[in-house]
Antibody, heavy 117, light 111 residues
Framework: QLQLQESGPGLVKPSETLSLTCTVS??????????WGWIRQPPGKGLEWLGT???????YYNPSLKSRVTISVDTSKNHFSLKLSSVTAADTAVYYC?????????WGQGTLVTVSS | QSALTQPRSVSGSPGQSVTISCTGT?????????VSWYQQHPGKAPKLMIY???KRPSGVPDRFSGSKSGNTASLTISGLQAEDEADYYC???????????FGGGTKLTVL
């Protein structure tokens, strides 16, 4: 059974860079046709797609966040990562990683990241 | 403001049917048969309920069905049960620039 697990700091200071890693187990991140993505959900609000990466390194970012988002993949560790720069309180959210085909079928449990000094 | 438009809330009594709409444009919902629906209970990760407009993943009851007409997709839940009370989100592929868009979510209340 495929499992995804987010990890990283739960508290980030304003103007700093948020960094999270999603570790994939029970399957390979290099499986053909599958992309890997990051989605976030501010408290009490809806889902927002941040970006997606293929194991070759091809990336697709939400145009509204493109200047601040970087997603990378490490196939040797079977994980992919998110960096979001210059964070503000508006970036406080539960951050999810998920597998994408034409849909998001496997999700991590989510990790709350709070932006506060 | 979300790219896809959903009603903020819907409700129904046990045993009844409800339909949740999801309206986009020809660049997302109308342009591809890649609409998916997710159920989210409080404090939990979203769960895939429908993919590719009308397909159900293994384990999802056949009370859940999906359809699409033009730029609007719909999720219908028949034979409502108490455990169906949750938030529901639609999503669509939107091309290689935007890639994925979500609806704002609909809160389903089972009366």
């Amino acid at each position: 059974q495929l499992q995804l697990q987010e990890s990283g700091p739960g508290l980030v200071k304003p103007s700093e860079t948020l960094s999270l890693t999603c570790t994939v187990s029970g399957g390979s991140i290099t499986s053909s046709g599958f992309y890997w993505g990051w989605i976030r959900q501010p408290p009490g609000k809806g889902l927002e797609w941040l970006g997606t990466i293929y194991h070759t390194g091809s990336t697709y970012y939400n145009p509204s966040l493109k200047s601040r988002v970087t997603i990378s993949v490490d196939t040797s560790k079977n994980h992919f990562s998110l960096k979001l720069s210059s964070v503000t309180a508006a970036d406080t959210a539960v951050y999810y990683c998920a597998r994408y085909f034409s849909y998001l079928d496997y999700w991590g449990q989510g990790t709350l990241v709070t932006v506060s000094s | 403001q979300s790219a896809l438009t959903q009603p903020r809330s819907v409700s129904g009594s046990p045993g009844q049917s409800v339909t949740i709409s999801c309206t986009g444009t020809s660049s997302d919902v109308g342009g591809y048969n890649y609409v998916s629906w997710y159920q989210q209970h409080p404090g939990k990760a979203p769960k895939l309920m429908i993919y590719d407009v009308s397909k159900r993943p293994s384990g999802v009851p056949d009370r859940f069905s999906g359809s699409k007409s033009g730029n609007t997709a719909s999720l219908t839940i028949s034979g409502l049960q108490a455990e169906d009370e949750a938030d529901y989100y639609c999503s669509s592929y939107a091309g290689t620039y935007t890639f994925v868009v979500f609806g704002g979510g609909t809160k389903l209340t089972v009366l």
